[in-house]
């Protein structure tokens, strides 16, 4: 059964910087796709960032700079290094896997074939 878990979530001050993590089990990373995304409370889900199958990196505008995507296929495990957080950064982060290269899709959330639950950010200003 595939689970994504994702982790890292919390309470931080704008300015701070938090480390989000998305551990997958029964799978493994090589050649798939992976996303961050985020809904915040009364607004449609956003593409964060994302990694193609390809090894391409997708950033959204609003991110650009201050978040890193990585990937640990050894641990089964994504990161998203999130610094310099403001507080329209306040959403719940959640990641998913598929497979694909088109970043403009996956970036929308196509190609994804299992998405996790999500985890909380907070960022008080």
Known sequence: EVQLQASGGGLVQAGGSLRLSCAASGFTFDDYAIG????APGKEREGVSCISSD??????????GRFTISSDNAKNTVYLQMNSLKSEDTAVYFCAIG??????KLALGYEYDYWGQGTLVTVSS
């Open 99 to 104: 497979f694909g290269v088109d970043l403009p």
């Open 36 to 39: 961050w995304f985020r809904q």
């Open 55 to 64: 090894g391409s990196t997708y950033y959204a505008d609003s991110v650009k």
